[in-house]
């Protein structure tokens, strides 16, 4: 705050002078007009000199050493007008600074602002209003609606709904269930609801997120230091100038006008204005950079390393398909097993209740349960009795049967665990789990690539396999799996000796590479942990392509930093040599300089800004895309009962072959063909108007006639076929083609979608 009076007051001084010397000249007083202009200038001169002998001593120089020369010749040559001219310019371009500083600044501290200071105790029947530095862990919270979730913690009782846009930059509230984990720093919109602590203020989201906004508004880049070099060459450059304008011309007031006309101080703020502009531009969108420093170290970033769980996929058990039994319902298994797992707190009983949830099936409450550790459950839903585990403890010694061997030969394939559900000493079906890849992941890596990095790899703990399997997937430049944090934090070195390096990951045994290399990025949706604060850069929300939007951001930034600088000095350079030529007087060099300045440092804040791509109109509506993907969940339905079919037709007799390939033509006429034909005659035409360049469009247009071509090849097989025309050959074909549609509209919805967010992200 005292600095901030100073640099008001030396401005307002000068302002003073300048205006009380304006007054006096025009009144016929010269004399008492030079003397206000020369207080005016003179306490910006000692203020200017008192600063410029505290970095002295403390090893360092700074560009005010122009502005200090300029003054001070003036006031020797007696040219007090240039001098309080270009005190007003330079403290004007101080409070300038303060000002865009200040503006660019405001993301990151509306984070602070927020931060809760009272939390609503229960103790009892009674609710205390406590400091939030009183909560410990294991205490009971009210959080009414409207406020701020004080601490971490999770929802009791009743659901809740919660605005995590501070954190996230996600606009659509979420829904919490009792249970379920709720973020320090989000906002109750919906009604009150209790909440138990599962962390003490200073240990919560909220309050690692301020200690990184700290960083990020203290940290200062490499680059600036760089840009004060650059304008530190400026100092002798002007000297030798202006003395050689003065010895051409023999008159004093060019060299004077020289000096003037390189005042370069709101110049070089036009930098960390930039800078610290590029840090509030990503905060926007959920990335938190700490400081310039790291911003610009991710601009220069060209390769790019990846952990593989939890940041490439998903980083938990996912139900990826089911598994049935002939003549089993893939609902029935997943709700049957679902209500038994209620019982359990294990991570695989959580991803069957929120498959279970997914598809909207009720769920009932299981008795009689027993718990085999390791191995699943036993008992009771209903009339039935269930068993849910491993192949071990539902089949024992006893082979399994043939469904159940082609299920664990997918579960093998996928890098799935197989659960297996036995109903009433039934088989009746299997739930595949696994760790699978982002949805958004393929975009964000084909994103990276169009910002210019040069090389992919991913660095992970998991065995070879599934993480090649996800290399090739990805066409990454390098996989290398087995690797222990000592390993990774090697491999990060290694790659950095040979170009700067960026790695990203979210778990506690990533920190280490994270702190190794030339940026670190954390995967932090979960919260501030290990890898967080080991990290220079965190992003809040649980999405793989802010990684590529930060890397732009950083770019775009220091590209606007680099810009104002070389405009700036390049304009100061004409300028100087204007006056050294007799074309600008000392008062007229002031005010084009600071207009140079004042014009820089408006380019700088254009940082601000998310820029532009080319080839993109306005953005789709968020709402719109939610809509289409909603429409493919509906079809996910669909294409699961086509899987079912053609493996229930590897058992099916005639008569039931007939059924399942009528069925099977059914789903895909009513559901698949309607749905590719909406899609081309509504869907794609509204598409259009936020993709300029089609992005995709034509491709997927292709898609849906080979879907409709499949479609009148499985009518085909279906069209008046009897029993008696049923033969192993007509099922192999059948399931051929039920196959072929089931995979190729999968492949071509996930592509779907990714032309969504392409359009969102418009």
Not at 120 to 127: E, F, K, P, S, Y
Not at 373 to 383: C, F, K, N, Q
Not at 450 to 463: C, E, F, L, N, P
Not at 649 to 664: N, Q
Request: with cysteine; proline share 4%; aromatic share 4%.
């Amino acid at each position: 705050m005292g600095e901030l009076l100073k640099r008001y007051g030396l401005v307002t001084t000068a302002v003073v002078g300048l205006v009380v010397g304006l007054v006096a000249w025009g009144l016929g007083a010269p004399n008492l007009a030079h003397w206000a202009w020369a207080a005016g200038t003179a306490p910006v001169v000692v203020a200017l000199a008192i600063s410029i002998a505290q970095a002295l001593l403390a090893g360092r120089m700074g560009v005010d050493a122009v502005a200090f020369v300029s003054m001070s010749a003036a006031l020797a040559f007696g040219e007090p007008l240039a001098g309080v001219v270009v005190a007003i310019m330079y403290t004007g371009g101080n409070v300038l600074e303060d000002i865009a500083v200040a503006r660019a600044e405001r993301d990151l501290r509306a984070l602070v602002d927020r931060a809760p200071r009272i939390a609503h105790r229960r103790t009892g029947d009674a609710v205390e209003d406590v400091p939030i530095e009183a909560i410990a862990v294991g205490d009971r919270v009210l959080v009414r609606a409207g406020e701020v979730v004080p601490v971490d913690g999770a929802v009791v009782d009743t659901g809740a709904l919660i605005d995590e846009s501070a954190l996230t930059g996600e606009a659509l509230p979420v829904t919490r269930r009792p249970g379920e984990d709720v973020r320090s720093g989000t906002v109750n919109v919906g009604g009150t609801f209790e909440m138990r602590a599962t962390a003490t203020a200073g240990e919560s989201t909220y309050a690692g997120i301020i200690r990184l906004v700290t960083a990020a508004q203290t940290a200062k880049a490499p680059f600036i230091r760089i840009a004060d070099r650059w304008a530190l060459l400026l100092l002798p450059v002007t000297l030798v100038l202006a003395g050689a304008a003065w010895a051409w011309s023999g008159d004093p007031i060019r060299a004077l006008a020289v000096l003037v006309a390189s005042t370069p101080c709101p110049l070089i703020l036009a930098a960390p204005v930039a800078f610290i502009a590029g840090v509030s531009q990503a905060a926007r969108h959920g990335i938190l950079v700490k400081g310039g420093g790291a911003l610009e170290a991710l601009a220069r970033t060209a390769t790019v390393m990846f952990d593989k769980t939890g940041t490439l996929t998903v980083g938990g058990a996912r139900l990826v398909a089911i598994e049935t039994a002939p003549g089993e319902s893939a609902d029935d298994v997943l709700r049957l097993a679902a209500s038994l797992e209620q019982a359990s707190h294990h991570v695989v009983a959580s991803a069957i209740m929120a498959a279970a949830a997914e598809r909207g099936l009720a769920l009932t409450l299981p008795s009689e349960v027993r718990e085999n550790l390791g191995s699943g459950l036993e008992g009771r839903v209903g009339p039935h009795l269930l068993r849910v585990g491993s192949p071990a403890m539902v089949f024992g010694t006893v082979r399994p049967p043939d469904w159940a061997v082609r299920a664990l030969r997918r579960a093998s394939w996928r890098s799935a665990l197989a659960v297996f559900v036995l109903v009433d000493g039934r088989p009746a079906g299997a739930l595949l789990l696994a760790d699978e890849l982002r949805k958004e992941t393929p975009r964000a890596i084909q994103m990276l690539r169009s910002t210019g990095i040069a090389r992919i790899m991913m660095v992970t703990g998991d065995r070879a396999d599934a993480a090649e399997t996800i290399g090739a997937a990805l066409d990454l430049d390098g996989v290398l799996a087995d690797r222990s944090p000592s390993d990774k934090v090697d491999a990060v070195v290694t790659e950095q000796r040979l170009a700067p390096t960026l790695m990203v990951g979210d778990g506690i045994n990533d920190a280490p590479a994270l702190a190794a290399a030339g940026v670190g990025i954390a995967m932090g949706a979960r919260g501030a942990s290990a890898s967080s604060q080991a990290a220079d850069v965190v992003i809040l929300v649980d999405r793989l392509d802010r990684v590529s939007q930060a890397v732009a951001v950083a770019r775009r930034a220091r590209g606007i930093a680099v810009q104002s600088i070389v405009v700036g000095m390049a304009l100061s350079a004409v300028a100087m040599l204007a006056a050294a030529f007799g074309w600008l007087t000392p008062v007229a060099g002031a005010l084009v300089q600071e207009a140079i300045d004042v014009a820089v440092i408006l380019n700088a804040l254009r940082a601000l800004t998310p820029g532009r791509a080319a080839g993109f109109r306005r953005p789709m509506p968020s709402a719109a895309a939610r809509d289409l993907r909603e429409d493919h969940a509906r079809l996910e339905r669909d294409l699961d009962g086509l899987r079912t079919i053609a493996d229930a037709l590897d058992d099916a007799d005639p008569a039931r072959a007939v059924a399942l390939i009528g069925e099977a033509h059914r789903l895909v006429t009513e559901h698949v063909v309607a749905h590719e034909r909406d899609d081309e005659v509504s869907v794609y035409p509204r598409l259009t108007r936020f993709l300029a360049d089609n992005h995709g469009l034509a491709a997927m247009s292709r898609a849906h006639r080979e879907i409709q071509h499949l479609a009148r090849l499985l009518g085909r097989l279906a069209d008046g076929l009897r029993p008696e025309d049923v033969d192993r050959y007509l099922i192999r074909d059948a399931q051929r083609v039920i196959e072929a549609i089931e995979a190729l509209v999968r492949i071509h919805n996930a592509q779907e979608e990714d032309i969504y967010e392409h359009a969102v992200a418009a």
